[in-house]
């Protein structure tokens, strides 16, 4: 699960993922499940930066194939590995 310090895009090239949305709680300091939902091979999907869109992507349980996924993020090339995610205890 994670937030991201930038926008992303991502689409499914192959397979299919499954994407979980969460609401940040501020007073608890934690990040509390909103929605689920099946993204298929074609589905696009974007998110704003920061804790206003946590999100979370994996191969769904009854996944029998791989999953192949494009991603997109609007930050610097030199920052890609210290300021996409923002990762968050559930």
């Known amino acids: 699960m994670h937030g991201h310090h930038t926008w992303c895009g991502y689409a499914v090239i192959e ?52 999953a192949v996924s494009l991603h997109i993020y609007g930050v610097a090339g030199a920052q890609l590995s210290t300021h996409v995610n923002d990762l968050l205890a559930a």
């Not at 979980?20 to 501020?26: G, I, K, Q, S, V």
């Not at 994996?58 to 029998?64: E, H, Q």
């Open 15 to 66: 397979g299919a993922l499954a994407e979980t949305l969460y609401r940040w709680d501020a007073d608890a300091h934690r990040a509390v499940e909103v929605r689920r939902h099946p993204r298929a091979t074609g589905a696009v999907s974007y998110v704003d930066a920061g804790r206003g869109a946590i999100h979370q992507l994996g191969n769904p349980a009854d996944a029998s194939t791989r």
